[in-house]
Antibody, heavy 118, light 109 residues
Framework: DVQLVESGGGLVQPGGSLRLSCAAS????????MNWVRQAPGKGLEWVAY????????YYANSVKGRFTISRDNAKNSLYLQMNSLRADDTAIYYC???????????WGQGTLVTVSS | EIVLTQSPGTLSLSPGERATLSCRAS???????LGWYQQKPGQAPRLLIY???SRATGIPDRFSGSGSGTDFTLTISGLEPEDFAIYYC??????????FGPGTKVDFK
């Protein structure tokens, strides 16, 4: 079965850093493009970042550009999101999502909660 | 950045009724790059429709998508109890950032 399991969330102070991980299994990870999407408490979905299968193409939302870095390790079947200079409005559940059906994010993990607060 | 607007914000309907959800883009979106998701409380989003009108794997045929240019529609023909949820459109794959609409909540009348 396809599985995406996020980890690394938690409570961090404003200005701090956090690294999220997404462990993939049940599919050939290095064939798939990947995304991070977040959802603030009680709010809608916000796309955060995208990385191609060999990391040659990377995109970011304007709200995180220059602060967040998406990366992957195909040997470890893992996706990462390095988050620096965190702000209160970065508080959200962070989902990793695989680009699949029709080249759309077709499979999502259950998310990891990041809380930025003093 | 392409801004997506969804209407209505909330749709109050009864089981068996037809739901029509709208997604409007601030500029033309190729039909290839418009999709719809369903999200229930405490769950991750689930892809329903990609490429404007193609159903994702396992999605029942009461869900259908249509549209072109800047106006897109998700139709649920005959609401089942499990369909009461929030629905998001997204433009993805062409012009980053890959924005979502704010969502339409379908709740019980």
């Amino acid at each position: 079965d396809v599985q995406l399991v996020e980890s690394g969330g938690g409570l961090v102070q404003p200005g701090g850093s956090l690294r999220l991980s997404c462990a993939a299994s049940g599919f050939t990870f290095n064939n798939y493009y990947m995304n991070w999407v977040r959802q603030a408490p009680g709010k809608g979905l916000e796309w955060v970042a995208y990385i191609s299968s060999r990391s040659s193409t990377i995109y970011y939302a304007n709200s995180v550009k220059g602060r967040f870095t998406i990366s992957r390790d195909n040997a470890k079947n893992s996706l990462y999101l390095q988050m620096n200079s965190l702000r209160a409005d970065d508080t959200a559940i962070y989902y990793c999502a695989r680009e699949g059906s029709g080249e759309f994010p077709d499979f999502w993990g259950q998310g990891t909660l990041v809380t930025v607060s003093s | 950045e392409i801004v997506l607007t969804q209407s209505p914000g909330t749709l109050s309907l009864s089981p068996g009724e037809r739901a029509t959800l709208s997604c409007r883009a601030s500029q033309t979106v190729s039909s290839t790059y418009l999709g719809w998701y369903q999200q229930k409380p405490g769950q991750a989003p689930r892809l329903l429709i990609y490429g404007t009108s193609s159903r994702a794997t396992g999605i029942p045929d009461r869900f259908s998508g249509s549209g072109s240019g800047t106006d897109f529609t998700l139709t649920i023909s005959g609401l089942e109890p499990e369909d009461f949820a929030i629905y998001y459109c997204q433009q993805y794959g062409s012009s980053p950032p890959f924005t979502f609409g704010p969502g339409t909540k379908v709740d019980f009348k």
